[in-house]
Nanobody, 117 residues
Framework: QVQLVESGGGLVQPGGSLRLSCAAS????????MGWYRQAPGKQRELVAR???????NYADSVKGRFTISRDNAKNTVYLQMNSLKPEDTAVYYC???????????WGQGTQVIVSS
C-alpha cells in the first residue's frame, strides 16, 4: 500500500526554522510530483510548494524566499525547509504525491506547525 509519513513539525518562535520531511513508500517515487500543502483552522487547504520529477519547483507567493522544497529520490523523501517563520505560517502541513495535477494522488497524515512566542 501507499504510505506518506511526515515528520518534523512542532512549536517554534517567530523567525525560527523547521524542516519537514515526508517519506514515501508504495510508489515509484521518482515519477511523482511532490507537494506540501497547509491548512489553518477555518481556512481552505492551500498549496505551499511543489517539486516535479525533474526538480522544477513552484511556491506560494507568501513563502517565496523563506521556504525551500527539495527531494532525495534515493531516500524516497521530500523536504520542506522553512526559515524566517511567521505566525501566519501556523497550520497543519500535508505531504502529497501525484502523477499528474488532474488527479488527487496520495496524502500524508499531516504534521502540526505552530509559530508563536
Amino acid at each position: 500500500q501507499v504510505q506518506l509519513v511526515e515528520s518534523g513539525g512542532g512549536l517554534v518562535q517567530p523567525g525560527g526554522s523547521l524542516r519537514l520531511s515526508c517519506a514515501a513508500s508504495g510508489i515509484i517515487f521518482s515519477m511523482y510530483v511532490m507537494g506540501w500543502y497547509r491548512q489553518a483552522p477555518g481556512k481552505q487547504r492551500e498549496l505551499v510548494a511543489r517539486i516535479t520529477s525533474d526538480s522544477s519547483t513552484n511556491y506560494a507567493d507568501s513563502v517565496k524566499g523563506r521556504f525551500t522544497i527539495s527531494r532525495d529520490n534515493a531516500k524516497n523523501t521530500v523536504y520542506l525547509q522553512m526559515n524566517s517563520l511567521k505566525p501566519e505560517d501556523t497550520a497543519v502541513y500535508y505531504c502529497n504525491a501525484r502523477i499528474k495535477l488532474t488527479s488527487p494522488g496520495f496524502w500524508g497524515q499531516g504534521t502540526q506547525v505552530i509559530v508563536s512566542s
